[in-house]
């Protein structure tokens, strides 16, 4: 939860959603989209009062082109035969993403509490990528060889859904600073693809003489539904007298084989009807070996326009 509507200096994360294009569970679709109804429409009937504790709710739009860079692992290699570690570093994605949907955020603080939600929707299409190693198993202890040399043509893709629901209390609330304490789950759901053309074929023989074969062309996918805690802080600071802001925020979390962070910076302008924001952010993810996601990280720019009421 990026999102912070602590007077006009708010910063509102991302919901990019894609009804057409997910592999996100309808059921979790639906709590994620229920959930952010809940917290933008709750209570509007306290709009009409004037106190310091009547509810505020902010609801945005954003648009975040970042670079993927990490390595992904297809195994265990099935017997007689090979998976394949394939490393992925995009540079620049600006034009390969497909954000084909509304970026939506929501947002609702009373008093010193605060609840908020987001969706991000990612399409990541056939990137230039690398079989860097492949684990093959001959019957015996798996063995991998190096075959980051021999690449011809390998391409991957990644599409995703990450959704945070959190809840934080403001322990700074000052007209030139806010600083609020978040706690809460993020789930990223993943699915990948990767297919490969490789110069030769990769064979590999185990202590007791047994082979094992990896094709030179092939292609495999992958999917994973990750769960994980998290903790953090988020906050701003005016600069000055006039509408300009910085923002800020960071979380830290894991689950059972997973550990994931994520930060994010900028600066962003103040109107009397909300903000709009330019941030980079950077979110990271591993998971113990043997599992899909190695490590991966998403960075890059984010603009963003936040409305407030």
Excluded at 24 to 29: D, H, L, Q, S
Excluded at 109 to 134: A, H
Excluded at 142 to 157: A, E, G, L, M, V
Excluded at 292 to 299: I, K
Aim: aromatic share 12%; hydrophobic share 35%.
């Amino acid at each position: 939860m990026l999102a912070n509507n602590t007077g006009t200096c708010c910063r509102s994360n991302i919901i990019i959603l894609d009804a057409g294009r997910n592999r996100m569970p309808a059921g979790i679709v639906s709590t994620a989209i229920l959930i952010t109804g809940l917290v933008l429409l709750a209570p509007l009937h306290a709009l009409a009062q004037e106190s310091s504790d009547d509810w505020r709710f902010s609801i945005g739009t954003y648009l975040w082109a970042p670079s993927v860079s990490g390595d992904l692992n297809y195994g265990p290699p099935p017997k007689g035969g090979g998976s394949p570690r394939v490393s992925i570093d995009t540079g620049s994605t600006l034009g390969d993403f497909d954000f084909a949907g509304l970026s939506l955020t929501g947002l609702a603080r009373k008093g010193r509490w605060v609840i908020g939600t987001d969706i991000i929707y990612l399409d990541i299409s056939d990137q230039i990528s690398t079989v860097s190693s492949v684990d093959l198993d001959p019957g015996s202890d798996p063995i991998n060889i190096s075959t980051s040399n021999i690449n011809k043509d390998t391409r991957s893709s990644l599409t995703g859904w990450l959704w945070t629901l959190a809840g934080g209390y403001a322990v700074v609330q000052q007209p030139k600073l806010g600083l609020d304490a978040i706690g809460g789950i993020r789930y990223f759901g993943l699915d990948t693809k990767t297919r490969w053309n490789l110069k030769g074929t990769v064979t590999g023989t185990g202590p007791g003489g047994n082979t094992a074969t990896f094709a030179r062309k092939g292609k495999v996918k992958g999917s994973d539904d990750i769960w994980t805690g998290i903790v953090g802080a988020r906050g701003h600071y005016r600069l000055g007298e006039g509408g300009w802001f910085t923002n800020f925020y960071g979380d830290i979390g894991g689950g059972s084989s997973t550990f994931t962070w994520q930060g994010l910076a900028g600066v962003g302008y103040a109107f009397h009807w909300g903000n709009i924001l330019l941030d980079y952010r950077y979110l990271y993810y591993d998971q113990d070996d043997g599992e899909l996601l190695d490590d991966l990280s998403f960075g890059g720019l984010a603009l963003g326009v936040n409305f407030q009421f």
